[in-house]
Structures are given as structure tokens and as C-alpha cells.
């Protein structure tokens, strides 16, 4: 590929710095070069035309940032594999918004660049996608083998640093998306003894998913982790935190973070953890704190306006059983209000968060039937795991508990199917609570668990059957059937014994497990 060929996208506020890239990008003879000013408009384009590499300034901070965009631009498979992602940033905030997904390049071009580094990246990528088409061919057709047999045979070809790192994180990712941990880890541990930063990102995933927990704490602690990765270390932290049962640890990673850096999918995560710890003053305090942030831009303050509504609903909601009828009545009329003084913003910024929300309000007058019609037609559009999981709960306070579970286990699958980043662990966090508030006793989480993997390998999702048996043998059932399963998703997966016994507790075998 030359580089007349490429197609390029800029998405840039600044038409001042559009204009200065497209200068550059011009004179190296590239005139397939589009630019967008909004996110919105590059997510229409990108729908339409397929781009080479996009340039990405990751100041932009909406209700949807540039982070979020992306990350559902690959997550629907918009953008193919061998689009590279060039965040535009200064060094000290490389990354914060760096996507990690298993198959696209992303990288940094630190602000103020040359020309001389806009030529490396153009060097860089059309060589990339040179050596390594059979296995982005194989990954765009989803046989990730096959790509890893391709990548396998480049292993002993001499290429420049840039392009081994490129090598190395494709077979570690096609490792981990094939189960294979065990292999993956072995990779990985010569890297991240020479302190390679990647490398030490891809094992902490990987000791994520063989539940090595206090693996992934002390990495998270590390000063240069901390200081070079603050946004990941966050989230992180918390999922941990709650994995391990230390809500109080999340709880105060939160109050400590700088609130002005919070972008808005942190600070849903914020006000979710704060939430369902109880820490209701902590959630207001949170709220007028990020209200002179985002006062300037309408979008924001009405979408911090949405938010700070619909936790007043869920109050209610929870409390409806406890609180007294005039009681209630008073708070249904304050609640109304509210809601329709903020309607017509909300439906113009924020309409997905305004459809929840009407529900919820039909919820708290006890207008169950036909909230649970409204529910129906939201379940039918939507594929964002954290609003699956919340119809899931509506579902369960309007008394339809077929659907409830139903749209449960349609979030579990969502969420098996996206990146691990904050979008993860804020629907991650959200699938936990609402699980334990619709399955409350154990031995109906029990046997959740037990018809989930059973609907998981019937629908062809092994490598997550794996992991559902798994839980239900560690919670404590002792069933043939379910083992057999386990083998069954094993052997279907491509996978051996070695690969999933991590997910079972550290006492229990697979004898035990069958006697």
C-alpha cells in the first residue's frame, strides 16, 4: 500500500489544527483526507466509508467523548481491524483514552509533532498491514486460528522493533481470545521483565481472567502504573475492589479522584459505585461538584441533570414497599415535576437515559402493564449491556420475572462480547448488583448460573460457558451433568484442561467435581 492510497479521517474541534494535518498529510501525496469537527459526524462517515487510519484528538470530552465513540465503532464492527487509532495529546495524558482492543493499532502523537513523525506512523502502518494481511484477512473473518498459525509463521522473520510489538500483541490477543491464558501468560513474562508497558497491561488481563486478583492489585499499585495510567488504574481498581468484596476501597478510589478529570462514562461509574455503597451524601456532593464543570456546555450539565434524576427514581423505586402512601404520593408529584421541567433537554441530549426514565416514573405511579409494554420495545433496540442490564431490573420491579431474567442473560451475553475498559467494568459492576437483586437467595443464583450456561452453549458462546460452569462448581454444586457440560464447551472451545481449571476454586479438581 502506497501511501497515495490511504484514507485518512481527522476528528478535531479545532479547524486550526485540521488544516495543519491536512497540509501535512498533503504533502506526502494522501488526498483521500476527510476531517470532522464533531464525533457525531465522523461516526456517520465512518458508517459509510472505510478508513485507513483515523486521527483522534482526545481532548473532546461529550456525552458520547471520542473514547466512546470508538469503543462502540469497534465493538459493532465498524471499523475494521487494520484501522489504526492515532490519538493527538500531550505525553502526560498518552493513553488515558487509549482504547484497548484486541486488534486494532492505537498509538500517540504527542503534540506539538513534525513531519517527521506523521512519516513514521505513515511507514509504520502501510508495512504493518503488508506483513501481516493473511492474519487481518483471518481476523475480519473471525477465525482467530487461523490467525494465530499466520502470525505464528512470521516469528522468525527479521522486522524492526515497531513491528514485533505489533506482531507480539496480535498473537497475545488471539491467545486470549481463544482461551488460551496459560500460553498467553507464557508469552507475556519475558516482555514485562524488561518493564515493556504492554506487555504488563496484557498480563494483568490475563491474571484477570484466571482470577489472580492479588496479581492485578499490585500491578494496579505500582507508582509508574499509577502515575503513567491513572484512568485505567481507576476503573480497575474498582472492579477489583468489588470482586473482592472492598466496596470501602472503591468508594474512596472514587471520592479521590480529581473530579475535573472525570470524563462522563468515569462519572457514571462514580456515581453507580457510590450508589449501591450507600454513600448517598457522597452522590450529591459528587453531583454539585461536577455541576461547575459542566455548567458551560448544555449537553453535559443536562446529561449530569438526567443522572442525578434517574438516581432519585431508583430511590423511590427501592423504598416504594417501605414508604408510607402520602408519603409516596408527594414523592411522585416532586418527581414529575422534575422530570417533565427537564423533558424536552433530556430528549434532545440524552433520549436512551429519557426512555429508561419514563419507565421508571410509570414504575413509581404503579402503572406496571403498561411499563412493562414500554419495557418490551426498548428490549428489541437495544445492545449496550449496561441498559440491558437496567430493563433487566425494571422488568423485576414491574413484576415480570420471566423477563427479567431473560433480559439478564441477554446483558451476561452483551457483556461477554465487549472490550475490556470502562464500558466493561461499569456494566460489569451494574450485571452484579441487579443479579443479586433479582436472584437474592442462593440457590436460585445457583441455578441462574446453571440455566446460563446451558443457554451459553447452545447459542455457541463456549469459552463463556467455560466460565459460567466454573462459577456454578465454585458456588457449590456438585452435578455430573454440569461437568459434563464443561467438557462438553471444552472440547468445542479447542481447549484443554489446563485452560479453564483457574476458574475453578483452588481446592477443587475435576475428580472431586464429577465424584
Not at 21 to 44: D, M, P, T, W
Not at 181 to 197: F, S, V
Not at 469 to 475: D, P
Request: hydrophobic content about 40%; proline content about 3%.
Amino acid at each position: 500500500m502506497q501511501y497515495k492510497d490511504l484514507r485518512i479521517a481527522i476528528v478535531d474541534h479545532n479547524s486550526d489544527n485540521i488544516r495543519f494535518l491536512e497540509a501535512l498529510l498533503n504533502k506526502q501525496g494522501i488526498s483521500h483526507v476527510r476531517s470532522y469537527r464533531s464525533g457525531s459526524a465522523f461516526e456517520l462517515s465512518a458508517k459509510q466509508n472505510t478508513y485507513d487510519i483515523v486521527f483522534l484528538d482526545n481532548r473532546i470530552d461529550t456525552i458520547k467523548n471520542l473514547y466512546d465513540l470508538v469503543s462502540d465503532l469497534v465493538s459493532n464492527n465498524v471499523l475494521p481491524s487494520t484501522t489504526r487509532l492515532v490519538y493527538m495529546a500531550q505525553r502526560q495524558s498518552a493513553f488515558d483514552y487509549a482504547c484497548e482492543y484486541p486488534f486494532h493499532s492505537n498509538q500517540l502523537l504527542e503534540v506539538p509533532y513534525t513531519m517527521q513523525d506523521l512519516v513514521t506512523i505513515l511507514d509504520e502502518h502501510t508495512l504493518q498491514v503488508k506483513e501481516f494481511k493473511h492474519a487481518y484477512h483471518c481476523i475480519e473473518n473471525k477465525k482467530y486460528k487461523s490467525a494465530l498459525f499466520k502470525l505464528k509463521e512470521l516469528r522468525k522473520q527479521e522486522y524492526p522493533n515497531y513491528l514485533k510489538k505489533a506482531r507480539n500483541q496480535l498473537l497475545v490477543n488471539l491467545l486470549l481470545k481463544l482461551g488460551h491464558y496459560t500460553l498467553a501468560k507464557k508469552l507475556l513474562l519475558p516482555l514485562t521483565e524488561r518493564n515493556i508497558q504492554w506487555a504488563k497491561w496484557s498480563l494483568f488481563h490475563v491474571n484477570y481472567e484466571l482470577r489472580d486478583f492479588d496479581a492485578c492489585k499490585a500491578f494496579l499499585s505500582e507508582t509508574q502504573t499509577r502515575q503513567d495510567y491513572p484512568v485505567r488504574v481507576f476503573y480497575w481498581q474498582i472492579y477489583i475492589a468489588f470482586q473482592t468484596n472492598n466496596r470501602e476501597l472503591a468508594a474512596a478510589q472514587v471520592l479521590a479522584f480529581p473530579i475535573e478529570d472525570m470524563s462522563p462514562s468515569m462519572f457514571r461509574l462514580s456515581l453507580m459505585v457510590l450508589h449501591v455503597s450507600d454513600e448517598l451524601d457522597a452522590v450529591d456532593n459528587l453531583i454539585k461538584r461536577k455541576e461547575r464543570t459542566y455548567q458551560e456546555d448544555p449537553a453535559l450539565s443536562t446529561l449530569l441533570n438526567a443522572l442525578s434524576i434517574k438516581l432519585k427514581l431508583l430511590d423511590t423505586l427501592n423504598t416504594k414497599l417501605e414508604t408510607k402512601p402520602k408519603d409516596l404520593k408527594v414523592r411522585q408529584l416532586e418527581l414529575k415535576a422534575l422530570l417533565m421541567h427537564s423533558a424536552s433537554n433530556i430528549q434532545k441530549y440524552c433520549p436512551d437515559e429519557f426512555n429508561l426514565m419514563f419507565v421508571m416514573m410509570m414504575l413509581v405511579e404503579g402503572e406496571t402493564a403498561a411499563a412493562s409494554g414500554k419495557l418490551l420495545q426498548l428490549s428489541q433496540t437495544s445492545n449496550n449491556p449496561s441498559a440491558i442490564t437496567i430493563i433487566a431490573y425494571l422488568f423485576h420491579l414491574a413484576g415480570d420475572m420471566e423477563q427479567a431474567k431473560e433480559m439478564l442473560f441477554s446483558a451476561h451475553k452483551a457483556l461477554g462480547k465487549q472490550h475490556r475498559n470502562s464500558h466493561y467494568v461499569l456494566a460489569g459492576l451494574m450485571h452484579r448488583e441487579i443479579f443479586a437483586k433479582i436472584y437474592q437467595e442462593e440457590a436460585t443464583q445457583q441455578q441462574a448460573y446453571v440455566d446460563f450456561a446451558s443457554k451459553l452453549f447452545d447459542s455457541g458462546e463456549f469459552k463463556d460457558t467455560i466460565k459460567m460452569c466454573s462459577k456454578a462448581l465454585r458456588s457449590g454444586i456438585n452435578d455430573s451433568s454440569l461437568n459434563e457440560l464443561l467438557l462438553r464447551s471444552t472440547k468445542e472451545a479447542g481447549l484443554k484442561e489446563q485452560d479453564y481449571i483457574h476458574y475453578l476454586a483452588p481446592t477443587t479438581t475435576r475428580q472431586t467435581v464429577v465424584n
